[in-house]
């Protein structure tokens, strides 16, 4: 009852939304039966946020080997195009890649967007804390991220999504805004690092789904709001 509930609240903002482990089997299925890979040997890699409430939230981490993680706060892939060389070079023989990307959000029941009760907590927290701090800085106008060895993801984070700022804080959902923006930003960057380190990789092609992980309350199913699923021929890059 209470997933069916959280079910009618999650679409109200994210209409294309889908179980997370619902979304994990589809899209395992699709790489099987229309692109004829062989999950068995599938590498998966992550650009998802370092928040430890996104490691349970697909079935992707109990099938596939891995996660050779790239993502940073907010999901930035921070590993940037060493990273993507790296994970090219641990492909196993004969096998494929996967990259599984986007930021997160939370939900309460609620509709309170950017807000969840975590584990074994009384109050509701930030989902995704980085981006919800970045969005309180963003809320003074004069306010500009530094670049430092001390917080470097963080303003890194934020220096990125500068660019979108005017439009993050005239949305009626600031909150959904700002996650809509980093998934932009990750989507971009991996396409790019793609491209960048395409002659590192031993296979001609590489999947990718792409999107927004919504996280609802410990003991129920996330969510996922799927953006891109492609399967990439790095021949025609």
Do not use: W
Not at 27 to 55: F, P, W
Not at 87 to 98: K, R, T, V
Request: glycine residues 8%; charged residues 25%.
């Amino acid at each position: 009852m209470l997933q069916r509930k959280f079910d009618e609240v999650v679409k109200s903002y994210f209409p294309n939304a889908k179980d997370a482990k619902d979304t994990s089997i589809h899209y395992l299925g699709r790489m099987q039966i229309e692109h004829n890979i062989d999950i068995s040997k599938v590498l998966m890699a992550t650009s998802v946020c370092s928040d430890d409430i996104n490691v349970p939230s697909t079935t992707f981490f109990n099938v596939l080997f891995g996660p050779f993680i790239m993502g940073g706060l907010g999901g930035l892939p921070f590993a940037g195009q060493t990273g993507m060389t790296a994970f090219a070079h641990h492909i196993p023989d004969e096998g494929s890649a996967f990259i599984f990307y986007g930021p997160h959000i939370g939900i309460t029941l609620d509709g309170d967007l950017g807000k969840m009760y975590r584990p074994r907590q009384e109050d509701t927290g930030n989902s995704c804390g980085a981006l919800m701090l970045a969005l309180s800085r963003f809320g003074d106008a004069a306010y500009r991220p530094v670049l430092n060895d001390d917080d470097y993801q963080q303003m890194k984070l934020e220096e990125s999504l500068l660019s979108y700022r005017e439009e993050i804080m005239d949305s009626d959902n600031k909150a959904q805004a700002i996650t809509e923006a980093t998934y932009k930003i990750i989507d971009k960057k991996i396409h790019d690092h793609i491209k960048s380190c395409k002659d590192e990789f031993p296979v001609d092609k590489v999947t990718l789904l792409g999107g927004i992980i919504i996280n609802t309350d410990y003991g129920l199913d996330d969510y996922f709001d799927a953006k891109n699923f492609e399967v990439i021929n790095l021949k025609e890059l």
